[in-house]
């Protein structure tokens, strides 16, 4: 008897391809994940209003999530490697969602701070289990396309997030946009826990052949099918990013050690500064700087999120498909596009066209490149220690999120004006590509 029938002797004869199935609920799950964690950027001139507090004090609301998220990111990561996916997962998810309705029940600035931070806490496992969850179902030449989808996810929620929230908060007042987005979450979480197992050998919708299929190519991340697809064409490409052959980092140690996953931290670190700044500063700065009504701000202020769910989606199957699973370039591409992008929006005309365009590009630009800096430590740590190397990828990209709304914030109380807040986003992503060029690219 075969392995692969001592550990599903259940499963179907027929082919099946439930990994789909789980990645349309991890879709799902992060979509609801970045609605409540971004739907702070389109009710803050409201809370501004009714609280009267500075632009650096409204950051500080906005970045006391990504405290909270960066400290759960690592105790997470040991956690899911301990004890799998399926009920930290359901827990994260149910307990965000808990977090999102307390914060319509805030009554002063430091109850609005506590809060974020409870939802950046509750928040933190979910990405850690999601990354692994993809590990752990997709054979190596899906990884990045999968996780294009599930970053894609990210930008797809924030197209929805700033008009309903603007119509909800002048509809019903700023705090029912906390109350109506909590709801979901609560029926996700139970349908996590029943649908999706740590790893697909346990799951009874799982046939032989899927088994088979997906632990041909990822056996303990050391199979042929890992390595990127060698060819001449790409000989010219493979020097300028530092193709190299690595061994799989396989312990904590080697984690921490590794000048690569660092690296790539310290990468992911200024690009989510851009990301998430953007987010929270973009509707004020429609509001304030474009003098568009709080209607068309939220109509705009999705621009960049539609820009990122095309270029998240576009960006990963580009990485997989057409650059042989090489990861280095696309994450270079929307660091250079990303300071480009910057000098644009410094100088764009206060016209709807023109400023509705060149936030879709902001996203798209950023977005290409957002599957590979967590698709990179798939390749370059194996898949026992993966949940280790995600968190604490995370942790950095989180911390971005936590130091970038309050900088942006207290530039523009300082200068009042959102040059100096476009000027700093260039120079993160300008620093991100430096680091980029440095670390390795495993074969």
């Known amino acids: 008897m075969s392995r692969i029938e001592q550990i599903l002797p259940y499963a179907n004869a027929r082919k099946t391809n439930y990994r789909f199935v789980v990645l349309a609920l991890i879709f799902i799950v992060y979509a609801l994940n970045y609605a409540d964690r971004t ?47 399926r009920g930290l997962v359901a827990l994260s998810i149910f307990g965000f969602s808990a977090f999102t309705w307390l914060m319509g029940t805030a009554s002063s600035v430091l109850g609005l701070k506590g809060i974020r931070l409870g939802l ?57 946009v906390f109350f109506s987005f909590a709801i979901p979450g609560i029926i996700i979480a139970l349908a996590w826990y029943l649908l999706v197992k740590t790893r ?23 199979g042929a099918r890992w390595n990127i697809v060698m060819d001449k064409k790409f000989s010219a490409l493979d020097k300028m990013i530092r193709v190299r052959e690595l061994t799989p980092i396989d312990s904590v140690k080697g984690v921490f ?35 568009f009504d709080f209607m068309r701000m939220g109509l705009v202020a999705s621009m960049p999120c539609i820009g990122g769910f095309v270029g998240a989606i576009l960006g990963g199957y580009i990485s997989d498909k057409l650059l042989g699973r090489r990861r280095k370039p696309t994450m270079i591409f929307t660091a250079i596009s990303t300071v480009v992008m910057m000098f644009i929006m410094l100088n764009i005309a206060q016209i709807t066209a023109d400023v509705c365009l060149g936030l879709f590009f902001v996203g798209f630009c950023l977005n290409i490149g957002w599957p590979a800096f967590t698709a990179y430590g798939m390749a370059a740590s194996d898949a026992k220690i993966y949940p280790v190397t995600a968190s604490v990828i995370n942790t950095g990209g989180n911390l971005g999120g936590f130091v970038s709304p309050m900088l942006a914030g207290f530039l523009l109380d300082y200068t009042g004006s959102f040059n100096t807040v476009f000027t700093y986003f260039g120079i993160c992503a300008a620093v991100g590509l430096a680091v980029i060029l440095i670390i390795d690219e495993p074969r």
Not at 131 to 147: D, G, L, V
Not at 200 to 222: H, M, R, W
């Open 39 to 85: 739907n702070i950027g389109a009710v803050l001139p409201f809370i501004i209003d009714e609280f009267h507090i500075s632009n650096f004090e409204a950051g500080s609301i906005a970045s006391m999530f990504f405290l909270g998220y960066a400290l759960s990111q690592i105790p997470a990561g040991f956690l899911i490697a301990k004890r799998g996916i």
């Open 120 to 176: 950046g806490l509750t928040e933190g496992p979910c990405p850690v289990g999601l990354a692994s969850t993809i590990n752990n179902w997709f054979p190596a030449k899906e990884k990045a396309t999968a996780t294009g989808v599930y970053i894609a996810s990210t930008m797809f929620a924030p197209i929805l997030v700033p008009p309903l929230a603007v119509w909800i908060a002048l509809t019903w007042g700023w705090r029912w």
């Open 200 to 222: 697909p050998a346990e799951s009874k919708f799982v046939s032989k052949q899927e088994l088979g299929y997906i632990n041909d190519e990822c056996t303990a991340g050391k």
């Open 257 to 291: 050690t590794s000048k690569n996953i660092i690296g790539d931290c310290l990468a992911y670190f200024m690009m989510v500064s851009v990301l998430y700044g953007l987010l929270t500063w973009i509707p004020l700065y429609l509001v304030k700087e474009k003098g």
